[in-house]
């Protein structure tokens, strides 16, 4: 018999897979991460585990104790996957801006969310970051987990995205294009490609809205960068300590519109459903395009489920209102 002790061995191992048409202009072989496989249906359950497992060992978290996280629903899926496995309870504080899909999913695998106003800034009482950072004081046996400057998160892609990304491409891979949130995926799996081969090329998307690329570029936090925008899960108006810019080489950033479009191409050109920051990913491929030779292999990641965006890029209203389609 071959099966799994339990959900969290699914996590990884995730395949890769051929970008056809969207990318027939381009002169080299694009495949994609498809981080979909894992059992939360996104990339974060390998570092959801990694933080997790980390805190354990170091005594941050303790049997019976509560996970609590600022999360755009991803993370939360992840950490409430392995809390169920292992026996703990999760608190995910999540911003008005996060699709009702995500909120709902987090609930069904028995989270606690407390919904916080997007358009405060981060030091204000109101946001999702103070608002976890208070609840972890008032909540006795409780952790906060810190998904932007908790170094497990970069090392769960050093240890598992990276090593697969190189094997799958028999170290073969010369690009590595993915959108960045925390940093945690850019950096891990960027520094380990780059340690197996420092020729490999890292590129961030970045969103209209913020900080990443100009500060990348000039060493300045530029606050004029920051304003509302709508891709989710990229993007930020902080600098985590997850996002290691030395081993990144540029960023490029897609509009909202783009991200959303692209993401819909993907699905009906591709068969792939994927979520809103898969399209922003496709389109930066694209938006690259001059940095490309034949011999190139680019791999571009992508992140998560377009199950978790049928209320926004896949409804045509949606996208009506947002000036996204004619
Ligand atoms: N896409 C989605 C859908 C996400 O949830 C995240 C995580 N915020 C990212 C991209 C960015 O990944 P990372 O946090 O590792 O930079």
Known sequence: MEYADTILET???????????LTRDLPCLVL???????????????????????????????????IIEGTSGNTGMGLALAAVVKGYKIVCVINDKQSKEKIDILRAVGSEVHICPTDVAPEDPRSYYSTARRLATEIPNSWYVNQYDNPSNSKAHYLTTGPEIWEQTSGKVTHFVVGVGTGGTISGVGSYLKSKN??????????YGSVFKKYHETGIFDENEIYPYVTEGIGEDILPKNVNFDIIDGFTKVTDKDAAVYTRRLAREEGMFLGNSAGAAIKGVLQLTEHFTPDDVVVVLFHDHGSRYVGKVYNDDWMREQGFME
């Not at 981080?35 to 805190?55: C, H, Y």
């Not at 420092?198 to 969103?207: A, E, F, I, M, R």
């Open 198 to 207: 420092p020729d490999v090329k890292v590129w961030g998307v970045d969103t």
């Open 11 to 21: 996590i990884g191992h995730t395949p890769l897979v051929k970008i056809n048409k």
């Open 32 to 66: 994609a991460k498809y981080e979909t496989f894992n059992p939360g249906n996104s990339v974060k359950d390998r570092m959801a585990l990694q933080m997790i497992e980390d805190a354990e060992q170091s005594g941050l978290l303790k049997p019976g104790g509560t």
